[in-house]
């Protein structure tokens, strides 16, 4: 039986604007101001704490990436109680898959409280119950690891597990992990990035060409192949 496991930060909500909104209050707390949008797209798809390691250290911030990753996670957690927003076509996807019995999963970069609150708030937890953080894994993405330990905890194979992913880290994380993968680039410019080429479904205008229909079409005929 096929089981598809949903990145979640960009795939199923838009909880981008959060944890860039986060992660500039937590740099400008620690004498780095200006971080801008521009740069946080550089790092859409990429755990929090792998992200903070490298900012730390590209501006030289003393404290300890444990404690910056306290910050932000605390300032996050803010914002998203505050407001996520569901993709309505993603949800409607995931109202789908539920009905027609199919296995799923949540395997995210963020930290378990961030899943955790976001799939509560936006009601998503009604469907998704196995989840998976980076924070319980090795190694984040590009790495395997939390896809990996979705489809164990599903009883899953990694070959019959389907990802859905915006980003391109977690494409190659897919590809690492041996799964078969749709991508609906956050970013609907990074379409063209290499990582995306071995999608076996792409939404090249990402969200605005996304829609449930068109993937569990694409699904159904994966499945029945």
């Given at each position: ?26 740099l400008e707390r620690h004498g780095v101001p200006g ?44 914002l998203a109680r505050a407001g996520t927003k569901t ?108 990582a995306f080429a071995t999608a076996g479904l792409l ?23």
């Amino acid at each position: 039986m096929i089981s598809v496991i949903f990145d979640l930060d960009g795939t199923l909500v838009d909880s981008e604007p959060n944890y860039y909104e986060s992660g500039r209050r937590t740099l400008e707390r620690h004498g780095v101001p200006g971080f801008t949008w521009e740069q946080h797209a550089a790092f859409i798809g990429i755990g929090t704490r792998e992200t903070l390691e490298i900012l730390r250290g590209r501006h030289g911030i003393d404290a300890p990436v444990e404690q910056l990753l306290a910050e932000q996670n605390a300032a996050y957690l803010e914002l998203a109680r505050a407001g996520t927003k569901t993709f309505p076509q993603m949800r409607a996807f995931v109202e789908r898959l539920h009905g027609a019995g199919i296995p799923m999963a949540v395997a995210s970069g963020s930290s378990r409280e961030a899943i955790e609150a976001v799939l509560a708030g936006t009601g998503l937890d009604a469907w998704l119950t196995t989840t998976v953080s980076a924070e319980e894994v090795e190694r984040g993405k590009p790495a395997p690891d939390v896809f990996l330990e979705a489809a164990r905890r599903l009883g899953a194979h990694p070959a019959d597990c389907v990802v859905v992913e915006d980003a391109a880290p977690g494409a190659l994380a897919a590809q690492a992990a041996d799964m078969e993968f749709m991508a609906l680039p956050y970013a609907s410019d990074a379409a063209a990035d290499p990582a995306f080429a071995t999608a076996g479904l792409l939404f090249r205008a990402g969200r605005r060409e996304f829609t449930a229909e068109i993937a569990y079409d694409w699904l159904s005929e994966h499945r029945a192949a």
